[in-house]
């Protein structure tokens, strides 16, 4: 399985634009990159998830390039309801395998 | 449409006692899994089932937890006895074929401290 490096934590304020990268560097042909949000008392909750190159929904873009050893969400102005763990998982979907790192806590601030 | 049902919410019981968690996945998901989480770490996964079969267990210490999917419907995770390092967050997490692969949908999950 395809380890995932993230930073530990990350502060920002309201109404910025929020990058958080994570690192794959064994990632594998077959592997997708997805990221989940959690937040305190709650289980984690499907943001986004890709392959190659951008995926843009209602909630976030994932950016990835094309050697796809990282990865970068971006949330675009975060409000404080965005203070939550990000978690950056890199698996086969379709053999479920997919492992959850120790997560980006983001603090946003008024 | 409802979501992942865990019961129930906290568990409170002294160690060498047994307990039991139960989740009931969102209607027509095949794929349940049983993660546990420590605190200040992600969830770490326990076991993953398809259908009513267990594809993957390698991380369930199977001298005392225990689980169940009769039906490949409801599942039960089974700890006897409970140990002070049993208290985590279990979470419970279904998924399906159907749009983004391997999308889990997770439940609130149950709490356990073990005095």
């Known amino acids: 399985l395809a380890k995932t490096t993230q930073p530990i934590s990350m502060d920002s304020y309201e109404g910025q634009e929020v990058n958080i990268t994570c690192s794959h560097n064994?990632?594998?042909?077959?592997?997708?990159i997805t990221w989940y949000q959690q937040f305190p008392s709650q289980g984690p909750r499907f943001i986004i998830q890709g392959y190659k190159t951008k995926v843009t929904n209602e909630v976030a873009s994932l950016f990835i390039p094309a050697d796809r050893k990282s990865s970068t969400l971006s949330l675009p102005r975060v409000s404080l309801s965005d203070t939550a763990v990000y978690y950056c998982l890199v698996g086969d979907t379709d053999a479920g395998k997919s492992t959850f790192g120790d997560g980006t806590t983001l603090t946003v601030k008024p | 449409e409802a979501g992942v049902v865990q019961s129930p919410r906290y568990k409170i019981i002294e160690k060498k006692q047994p307990v039991a968690f139960w989740c009931n996945p969102i209607s027509g998901h095949n794929t349940l899994y049983w993660y546990r989480q420590n605190l200040g770490q992600g969830p770490e996964l326990l076991i993953r089932y398809e259908n009513e079969e267990a594809v993957d267990d390698s991380q369930l210490p199977k001298d005392r937890f225990s689980a169940e999917r009769l039906k490949g419907v409801d599942s039960t995770l089974k700890i006897q006895p409970a140990e002070l390092g049993d208290s985590a967050v279990y979470l419970c997490?279904?998924?399906?074929?159907?749009?983004?692969?391997?999308?889990?949908?997770f439940g609130p999950g149950t709490r356990l401290t073990v005095l």
């Open positions: 064994n990632i594998a042909t077959n592997d997708y």
């Open positions: 997490a279904s998924s399906s074929r159907q749009g983004a692969p391997d999308t889990q949908y």
